[in-house]
């Protein structure tokens, strides 16, 4: 159903427009958890933008500050603990952050959705998928029950649901999780949002099922004009759908580039350990390169590049001096000393051996 079709069906009545071709926009975003513990930094100066129709991967490792991004973005931090205490994130360039509840709650949902990783602890085991659903365009579009029934049979359809008819009044543990998944983008679109965020939405799935997940919302953000902001740990599920990357440290963007640009020549010692971790069909047999140590305490981040003590080319400069996101190239950024090095694809002299490093992890 093109975006033109469902918004008249649906009766969608958004005034939003993007603000110079740009729908969302996140400048300088800073998270904290207050813990008994202490304070973790959780996000420290996030920003980047999403145009109508565009596909941004945020990419990082467990704890790099993915989900809070996004929790954030959607105003639905945890908090206590978590507060925003610093940054913008304008939607069609009105800060989300800074108006009421009720005007925000006209934008969760009907202009920015998402999809979660677990499908099934996000759906209601007790009621059948198909009402699920349908309550979207009975609680936003005021339509009747069989007409919201009707919608959310044809929307299980388009996820590409087999049996969609008969299936409606099943409940989520009789899915497998694929399909889960597919019930959880179906309830994500229902209401044909502006701006789609799904974190993580593969991973629990086997290979086969996340490739066809990815094609189906590559497919969807495509039909609807979607911005789509696809979070991973994984660098190889987005490759042939994301248009720019934003790879997160330790909540900071540490390189934000354009897809093939950043797959030919990262700009960054972390982006280039991603890369190097991914497994390659024309690579068979060779061991897999790994990141060594472990991602930084977020109560104690190191000083200067907080990278640096997993670093193969930190130097003096690094524990010293923070670098910042710096433009390397055509939209390309990068917070490394040596990015322009590293863009060029000279590589910064070696300082210690991937084996001094200890605790070597796996993104
Ligand atoms: N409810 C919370 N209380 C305290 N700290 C939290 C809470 N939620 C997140 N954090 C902190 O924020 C950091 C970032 O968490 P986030 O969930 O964004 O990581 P992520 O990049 O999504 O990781 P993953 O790949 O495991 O999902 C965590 O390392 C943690 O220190
Ligand atoms: S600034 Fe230094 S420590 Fe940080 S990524 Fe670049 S080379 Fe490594
Ligand atoms: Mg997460």
């Not at 206590?80 to 940054?87: N, W």
């Not at 999780?177 to 949002?193: H, K, N, T, V």
Request: with cysteine; proline share 6%; net charge negative.
């Amino acid at each position: 159903m093109s975006s033109t079709l469902n918004n008249e069906v649906l009766g969608s009545t958004s005034s939003w427009q993007p603000h110079d071709g740009l729908l969302l926009e996140v400048d300088g975003l800073e998270v904290e958890f207050r813990t008994r513990e202490g304070v973790a930094k959780a996000i420290n100066g996030v920003s980047f933008d999403l145009r109508e129709g565009e596909t941004l991967a945020i990419l990082g490792e467990s704890g790099s500050g993915k989900s809070v991004t996004a929790q954030a973005v959607m105003g639905i931090l945890d908090s206590p603990p978590g507060f925003v205490t610093g940054g913008e994130v304008r939607y069609c360039g009105e800060d989300i952050l800074a108006m009421s509840d009720e005007r925000r709650r006209t934008i969760r949902g009907p202009e920015i959705s998402m999809v979660f990783q677990d499908a099934l602890s996000s759906l209601n085991p007790v009621f059948p998928v198909g009402w699920q659903i349908a309550e979207m365009f009975r609680q936003h579009r005021g339509m009747n029950k069989s007409n919201a029934l009707a919608e959310a049979v044809r929307l299980m359809e388009r996820v590409q649901i087999p049996g969609a008819a008969q299936r409606v009044k099943a409940y989520p543990h009789q899915f497998s999780g694929g399909m889960r998944q597919r019930i959880m983008i179906a309830m994500a679109i229902a209401l044909d949002p502006a701006v789609l965020i799904a974190d993580e939405p593969t991973t629990a799935l086997d290979v086969t099922v996340q490739a066809q997940i990815m094609q189906l919302l590559e497919e969807l953000q495509a039909e609807r004009r979607m911005g789509l902001i696809l979070i991973t740990h994984d660098l190889g599920v987005v490759a042939d759908v994301a248009d720019r990357i934003a790879v997160m440290y330790a909540g900071r963007i540490v390189e934000y580039a354009d897809v093939f640009d950043l797959y030919a020549q990262p700009a960054h010692p972390y982006t280039k350990g991603l890369l190097e971790s991914i497994p390659r069909l024309d690579r068979k047999g060779e061991t897999l390169a790994s990141i060594g140590g472990l991602p930084p305490n977020l109560m104690q981040i190191p000083p200067g590049c907080p990278f640096n003590p997993r670093c193969n080319y930190a130097q003096d400069i690094c524990r010293e001096q923070r670098p910042e996101l710096y433009e390397v190239g055509h939209h390309r950024r990068s917070a490394c000393h040596f990015a322009d090095q590293l863009v060029r694809g000279q590589e910064p002299p070696l300082t210690r051996r991937r084996d001094q490093l200890e605790g070597g992890v796996r993104p």
